[in-house]
């Protein structure tokens, strides 16, 4: 698969994905609290991965300006469909990814990625490109499955499986504590790592980093 095909597959999927339900409202609440918390009025964020823009939308009010984005148009139209019900001064929504906001003209004081890290194709490369982007002392802020977590069964026949007939995107597989040392070598300082999850095991690990 190819970034293009990427795009494809979320382009498709993204009228499903708008109307499913979240698995664990509960441990999604308690990850948009926690987010909250971290950010300031004068901040500027950038998400990655936004979506259909819920997110954006219920954190955007918050802080100074907040620039949403996803690799897919199609996520993006959505998004700037819920927008429109109900404007939010600052917020707006892109199709774009991290490899191209690199050297952006103003620095972020967060970055946000929730759902993200596992789908690019290079890691230690979007990484460093976030890194570029904030502001010295700025906060990376991201959830992420570990697929690497996951039981065996699932990453290494039923997920490359369902990639082989286009049922599921590209998907890196790391464990939790290589996570972490990306995040390092990368230039960050781990300030927390948690789960939020109200149900049953999360593999999702909740980061809060600081550019160094």
């Known amino acids: 698969m190819t970034e293009a095909s990427d795009v494809r597959f979320w382009d498709l999927a993204a009228r499903k994905y708008a109307k499913s339900k979240l698995a664990d409202q509960g441990g999604y609440e308690r990850t948009l609290e926690r987010t909250r918390a971290l950010l ?45 019900a109900g404007t939010i001064p600052g917020l707006t ?17 967060a970055v946000l990625a929730f759902n993200y890290l596992h789908l690019v ?22 959830k992420t ?3 690497g977590d996951m039981n065996l069964m699932i990453r290494r026949v039923l997920l490359p499986a369902m990639r082989a007939v286009g049922k599921a995107p590209h998907v890196l597989v790391f464990r939790k504590a290589a996570l972490s040392e990306q995040f390092r070598a990368a ?12 149900k049953d ?12």
């Not at 929504?93 to 004081?109: I, K, Q, Y």
Request: charged content about 25%; proline content about 5%.
């Open 145 to 147: 499955p570990c697929v």
């Open 93 to 109: 929504f892109r199709a774009d990814t991290a490899d191209s906001l690199s050297g952006h003209e103003t620095p972020f004081n």
């Open 187 to 198: 230039g960050f300082d781990i300030l927390a790592s948690e789960s939020h999850a109200t």
């Open 121 to 142: 194709r290079d890691l230690p490369d979007t990484l460093r490109r976030i890194h570029s982007v904030l502001a010295p002392d700025g906060l990376f802020i991201s």
């Open 201 to 212: 095991r999360d593999i999702r690990s909740y980061i809060v980093a600081r550019r160094q």
């Open 40 to 84: 300031k009025p004068g901040d500027r964020v950038l998400e990655l991965g936004c979506g259909t823009g819920t997110t954006a939308l219920r954190l955007a009010g918050a802080v100074q300006s907040y620039l949403a984005t996803d690799i897919s148009p199609e996520m993006i139209a959505i998004a700037d469909e819920k927008h429109a």
